[in-house]
């Protein structure tokens, strides 16, 4: 297909308004006519520049969809850039770029003009410090709580979007230039009067056909970059038996430190990093802490991380607070570390050693409301955050593997995973659990498990096949009867359930259920026979959010542009109903037919495998806009839904497929029409339903630029939507595009 000669030059016309390239190529007697014999070389000259520099704008400015083939996946392919401009104003159309993150599974391809990337807000909220570091109204100001975060003007976390880059850039960064303005705010900073702010850039392969050949692994996100796998398929995703693995990829725990003592009170919600008495908060959307549980190995991170301090066991918005020790002089009490939050809370960490002091850490809050209760409200499909880490236990005897303290430290929360196809086949799992924390300590705290990730997942057919895994993970265990008898220690609360938003049902083995708090073996009083306990650690495990049905218009902006991006042949509506009994009439109008051969309607009882039922033939005629009919015969088939779609052959033999539609026999699906057509001032959106739902209507340009968005309300049987301010636009082409039960319409519109 010669995708540059679509839409490219405007010619002049005679009579009727509209002259097609066809009857203008070099060489052809309306174009001698036109422009005359004596300047029609240095014509064809003026024509072929200019095709040459239309053909380099499209290249520039539109975006990279696949048309053809099957790529076999068998890692993460997405390539990650943090986000070093200090704020990405609503509009922007520049944003400046670090270099990508470097790492296993971090990708190696740069970001080339035309990719599609994904914008996504890492951490960013503010947290409420009252002036007194006992005070419970940490966090998110609500008392009693000692959690959350507060929703300012730049409580960001979870925003995203997709974009299309315009110009190249390195893996050493650099700007990056978009197509359109962004829909959000996007903010970095690091570490000061706030937690710290991070964004990153993630460039996403487009395949027209995927098939998962092994399992995709997604990178620990290292406080700049990564945690999150982006797929997107065209056509169709094959899951092919394999996994997407993001259990552990979020936020991180907390590091565990073995500390001597120090100053302040059993009660306190917050204290530095430098004071030697308490543990480590773990990290979240509104901020990273001093001492990190780096996938195993302690990272020293030099700066506070949160304000006021990154010890103590408030829960600074969905990561879980770190132990406060009962006893600060000398860290020797030992409560467990609060579990991380994000679908739900994550549970509080069990009570300090002999002492019996309810000094746990809190579980992370929520995303959702600032007191970090059960009910999400910020989360959506186009809003979604990582798993919080874990907070650590306090220690002092340094007991567990590996030592020093270490065996106490929180864990990481899951990855996030977005998965984009028009068809999903085969089965597979995706799992973005938070991971459990160590259970090696023996006479020391604990830390908190790592809260369930988030998945969303979008496709209009073959949910069932794929298993969604945002489980909380575990607290940290500890077994002081066996160093002599000695009684119980803190146990780590559990990581809460994480996140799934996906627009069909996935299969029954799917689980956002919270984790399990930890337990503690020790004789309670002492010389009584050794009990296993959760010893104070919150046994309320949460489960998270599941959603798995929701409108189109939910979805982050741009994430389905390749789905529902022009072909080579513009396919303007392509719809199949049952006209009668044994009878499915397939229709479909295409418009820029320069190389198109024949289409094959093909035919499939399960969205898999297809089989063709007959061949229209591509008009020859000079018309704008082509209309075709098939009439199928499905006596033979014994199935009561049926899909079809069409095979688009070119004269040189390539081909490419439309979208899959779906006809449930009986049944009349949704048509729509465009009156009047040319239009002036405007137009009215006629639209045919069998059902309530909630439809999306863009208003696109040549150049494929969005110029209007309008959600709306479909009710049973015809609707009208109006399409007004069309005086403003300039004459030409435009296309009318309406998503609706996950199904794309296109219907042209000329603007006169």
């Not at 290249?59 to 996946?73: D, E, F, K, P, V």
């Not at 015969?633 to 979208?659: A, E, H, M, P, Q």
């Not at 494929?704 to 109006?722: A, C, D, E, P, Q």
Request: proline letters at 4%.
């Amino acid at each position: 297909m010669k995708r540059t000669q679509i839409n490219t030059i405007p010619y002049p016309v005679s009579g009727s308004g509209i002259t097609t390239r066809k009857n203008l190529l070099p060489g052809s007697a309306m174009a001698m006519n036109f422009f005359g014999k004596r300047s029609f070389s240095v014509i064809c000259k003026i024509l072929f520049f200019a095709l040459l520099l239309s053909s380099i704008s499209i290249i520039s400015y539109s975006q990279n969809c696949a048309t053809s083939g099957t790529h076999s996946q068998s890692g993460n392919e997405n390539t990650y850039y943090p986000g070093t401009q200090a704020i990405v104003s609503v509009g922007s159309t520049s944003i400046t770029l670090g270099a990508a993150g470097s790492g296993t599974n971090f990708g190696t391809t740069p970001i080339a003009a035309g990719d599609i990337l994904l914008l996504i807000q890492m951490q960013g909220t503010q947290l409420n410090i009252p002036g007194s570091s006992t005070s419970s109204l940490y966090g998110g100001s609500v008392s009693g709580q000692g959690r959350g975060f507060t929703t300012s003007t730049n409580f960001l976390a979870g925003m995203m979007e997709f974009v299309i880059a315009t110009n190249a850039v390195p893996l050493a960064g650099g700007t990056l230039n978009i197509t359109s303005g962004t829909v959000n705010k996007y903010m970095y900073s690091a570490f000061g009067t706030y937690g710290q702010y991070t964004y990153q850039v993630i460039r996403v392969p487009s395949y027209y056909n995927i098939q998962l050949t092994s399992t995709i692994t997604t990178p620990l996100w290292n406080g700049s970059t990564g945690g999150v796998t982006v797929i997107s398929a065209v056509n169709q995703l094959d899951f092919n038996n394999q996994n997407i693995n993001a259990l552990g990829a979020g936020f991180r725990g907390g590091g565990g430190r073995a500390l001597n003592g120090g100053s302040g009170s059993k009660n306190d919600y917050y204290t530095l990093s430098t004071n030697n008495a308490n543990a480590s908060k773990g990290e979240g959307i509104s901020g990273t802490p001093r001492y990190i549980n780096n996938n195993g190995v302690l990272l020293d991170n030099v700066v506070e991380g949160y304000p006021s301090g990154s010890y103590a066991r408030g829960a600074p918005g969905n990561a879980g607070g770190g132990a406060t020790d009962s006893d600060p002089a000398s860290n020797d009490q030992n409560a467990g570390g609060g579990g991380g939050g994000n679908g739900s809370y994550g549970g509080w960490g069990g009570n300090g050693w002999y002492s019996f002091g309810a000094t746990g850490g809190k579980g992370g809050a929520a995303f959702s409301t600032t007191a970090g209760l059960n009910a999400p409200t910020y989360a959506s499909p186009s809003r979604l955050v990582m798993g919080g880490g874990g907070g650590a236990g306090t220690s002092n005897n340094a007991t567990g593997t590996p030592g020093g303290g270490f065996a106490s430290s929180g864990a990481a929360g899951g990855g996030l995973v977005i998965v984009d196809a028009l068809q999903i086949i085969g089965t597979g799992t995706i799992d973005v659990s938070g991971a459990s924390a160590n259970s090696t300590v023996t006479i020391d705290g604990s830390g908190g498990g790592g809260a369930g990730g988030s998945i969303l997942i979008y496709a209009n057919s073959g949910h069932s096949g794929i298993t969604a895994i945002a489980k909380g993970g575990d607290g940290g265990s500890n077994n002081p009867a066996s160093v002599g008898g000695a009684t119980e220690h803190g146990p780590g609360g559990y990581g809460g359930g994480g996140v799934v938003y996906s627009n069909g049902t996935l299969n029954v083995a799917t689980s956002v259920s919270g984790g399990n708090p930890g337990t503690s073996t020790g004789p309670i009083p002492p010389g009584v026979v050794n009990t296993i306990s959760h010893y104070g650690a919150d046994s309320t495990s949460q489960t998270g959010v599941l959603v798995q049905s929701f409108p189109v218009n939910q979805l982050p902006p741009n994430m389905n542009i390749c789905q529902s991006s022009v072909l080579p042949v513009t396919i303007l509506n392509f719809s199949a109903s049952s006209t009668a009994v044994n009878n499915v009439e397939v229709s479909w109008s295409t418009s820029q037919e320069i190389n198109s051969s024949y289409y094959v309607v093909e035919r499939s009882t399960d969205a898999s495998n297809f089989v063709s039922v007959g061949q229209v033939s591509a008009s020859q005629s000079a018309e704008e806009i082509h209309n075709y009919n098939f009439d199928d015969y499905t006596g033979s088939v014994n199935s009561s839904v049926v899909y079809y779609r069409l095979k688009i052959v070119d004269i040189d033999g390539k081909f490419t497929y439309s979208k899959t539609v779906s006809v449930r026999m009986g049944e009349p699906l949704t048509k729509i029409s465009v009156y009047p057509n040319p239009a002036s001032d405007f137009a009215v959106l006629n639209l045919y339903s069998d059902k309530q739902s909630v439809a999306m209507m863009k208003l696109i340009d040549d150049a494929g630029k969005m110029l209007m968005y309008k959600s709306f309300t479909v009710n049973t049987g015809n609707n009208s939507l109006m399409i007004d301010q069309l005086g403003s636009l300039p004459k030409g082409i435009y296309i009318v595009q309406v998503i609706f039960d996950n199904s794309l319409y296109n219907q042209k519109l000329i603007k006169k």
